[in-house]
């Protein structure tokens, strides 16, 4: 299987990561080697397994649901490039 | 002459010939001494002057409460975030970055009195083996400048090696403090999975990322993991189980332990000297009393692939917070998408786009199944072949890595990088402890041994490697002095 330019462009767009066309070929020449080395995975038989997020054994971690103190606004806001009042501020969603 | 280890350190500070703020301050020369090799991004002065006078305290005041690591000088990887001290990850896109927190694993080693004194390089955002994927540029090997210290906790490895610290922090996602503490001839321990807290470090790869301890001894790791282990609430995939004390096994030697060798790990391209060095560690471990047995892990071929869907999958959903809204770099633009997709392109350096790709590919709708659920079941495969070795035996020795610390440079197509983390990463996909300790040179470079245990028996690791240093001093060789460079510690 090759790995098309149309593909790494709709990557790159769904990773919301800006690349010149000279990056994306060369992205996807090696992507798609990557994948070819990857696609081994399939050899292997995993028909009797289930699947592993968590390895630690950990199903489920709870805490009470109670309110507690959490970051303080200016805090939070400390590192914004961007803000207004007590809001992180960034461009336009439509246009 | 022979940088010192935290417990001489300490006796030293007990007998008052020295102070925090002394020990910190001759930590900070050495260090600088080393910028040649440009192991360390920024020093950490406020915090370290604090600390300092806060250990110092400890000592006048109640000196019996006072821990092993009270006023010990330590450096920590620029993944940890520390409240008020700028963390970049080793990333433009975090430039500026100065988290409003602590994280737990070295906030539990403040209360401890131990000192801070610098951040250390590292791969961006810990992706890579060599430590040159640092937006800040690569680092030397202090055996060898021209050579990388591997990575992607290099910066680490390297200060801990030159005895500018006697400990410092990294963190291992796929082998990222064992391999450099295998190219620099420290020792470095990666933790069960969940066993350090994670809380407040820049995630990689959340089910696999651990952090840990280098320093020249085991003790000393074992010192370190002690203060930073167990339980913490605010980080959801910390194990509740206890911690078993270290020190009560820790001098308990190898005798009639059983120690596997995996066929798998000692087959594929391992170097002459790598081998050989490997061969005598095994050969000693067994005249100390413990017996060998070859062990198969069959999967061993597909951990590589396995992790290089999993581990991306993950960092590129945890990457999708460096958006240039609420922290770090920024590109405006009029519109949020072009904003997101300058700030990102920009922001990010080669590998870490490679990466986030790769997992944004591998999650994407049509190929979820075939990719990641299919990563998901083989490392279900590759975690009960680990575990049904332990059946047999109590802990697995092997090289930590194929190959000695490269030339800069050398391994510039990603996959060949790849292929340096293929006998650690198994270790992280399974969870396991594992730790690497020098066991020789080839031509010149450090060799790693590796022990790996079940999970939650991060004694047991940390017994065998220290039984193995007992009968052994080459973790007490310094490098060799680099042209240049100056004398540490001196």
Known sequence: MTLERDQVAHVAMLARLGLSDQDLERYREQLDAILAHVDRLQQVDTSRVGETAQIGGLVNAWREDERRECLPVEAALANAPRRRRDHFEVGAIQE | ?490
């Not at chain 2, 020369?29 to 090799?37: H, V």
């Not at chain 2, 539990?108 to 994927?133: H, I, K, Q, W, Y």
């Not at chain 2, 590796?450 to 490697?465: S, T």
């Open chain 2, 1 to 490: 002459m022979t940088p010192r280890t935290v417990a001489e350190l300490g006796a030293s500070l007990r007998r008052g010939e020295t102070s925090p703020a002394e020990l910190a301050a001759a930590s900070r020369g050495a260090l600088e001494s080393l910028a040649p090799l440009h192991p360390v991004l920024r020093y950490t002065d406020e915090l370290t002057e604090r600390q300092a006078a806060r250990a110092a305290r400890i000592l006048a005041e109640a000196p019996e409460t006072a821990g092993a690591l009270c006023g010990i000088p330590f450096a920590y990887k620029d993944v940890l975030c520390v409240e008020g001290v700028e963390t970049t990850a080793g990333s433009r896109i975090l430039q500026g970055y100065v988290p409003p927190y602590t994280g737990t694993a070295v906030g539990r080693l403040l209360d401890a009195g131990a000192v801070p004194v610098a951040v250390t390089n590292c791969d961006e955002f810990a992706m890579g083996s060599s430590n040159e994927n640092s937006a800040f540029g690569p680092v030397g090997n202090p055996w060898d400048p021209s050579r990388v210290p591997g990575g992607s906790s290099g910066g680490s490895a390297a200060v801990v090696a030159a005895g500018a610290v006697p400990f410092s922090l990294g963190t291992d996602t796929g082998g990222s403090i064992r391999q450099p503490a295998s190219f620099c001839g420290v020792a470095g321990f990666k933790p069960t999975y969940g066993r350090v807290s994670r809380y407040g470090l820049i995630a990689f790869a959340s089910s696999l990322d651990q952090i840990g301890p280098f320093a020249r001894s085991v003790d000393d790791v074992a010192r370190v993991f002690t203060a930073m282990a167990g339980h913490d609430p605010r980080d959801s995939t910390s194990s509740p189980t206890e911690v078993e004390p270290v020190d009560e096994q820790l001098e308990r030697g190898v005798a009639g332990l059983r120690l596997g060798v995996p066929h798998e790990y000692m087959t594929e391209g391992l170097e002459p000297g790598v081998r050989t060095a490997v061969e005598s560690a095994l050969a000693l471990l067994e005249k100390l009393g413990a017996t060998l047995e070859e062990v198969s892990l069959p999967s061993t071929p597909a951990a590589l692939s396995t992790y290089y869907i999993i581990a991306p999958a993950e960092c590129s959903a945890n990457l999708a917070r460096m958006d240039g809204v609420r922290f770090g770099f920024h590109v405006d633009r009029p519109s949020l998408t072009d904003s997101y997709l300058e700030t990102r392109g920009q922001g990010f350096g080669p590998e870490v786009k490679r990466r986030v790709m790769l997992g944004t590919y591998a999650l994407s709708s049509g190929y979820y199944d075939a990719y990641y659920r299919k990563a998901q079941k083989v490392r279900t495969l590759i975690a009960e072949e680990f575990d049904r070795a332990f059946e047999k035996v109590d802990a697995l020795v092997c090289p930590t890595s194929p190959i000695v610390a490269f030339p800069k440079g050398e391994r510039s197509d990603p996959l060949s990088m790849y292929l340096c983390d293929v006998l650690t990463l198994p270790v992280n996909l399974a969870g396991l402890p594992g730790i690497s300790v020098p066991c020789g040179l080839s031509e010149g470079l450090p060799v790693g041994l590796q022990v790996i245990g079940p999970r939650f028996q991060d004694a047991r690791v940390l017994r065998v490697a220290h039984a193995y240093q007992g009968a052994t001093a080459w973790h007490e060789a310094p490098p060799p002095p680099a042209p240049g460079a100056g004398s540490p510690t001196s």
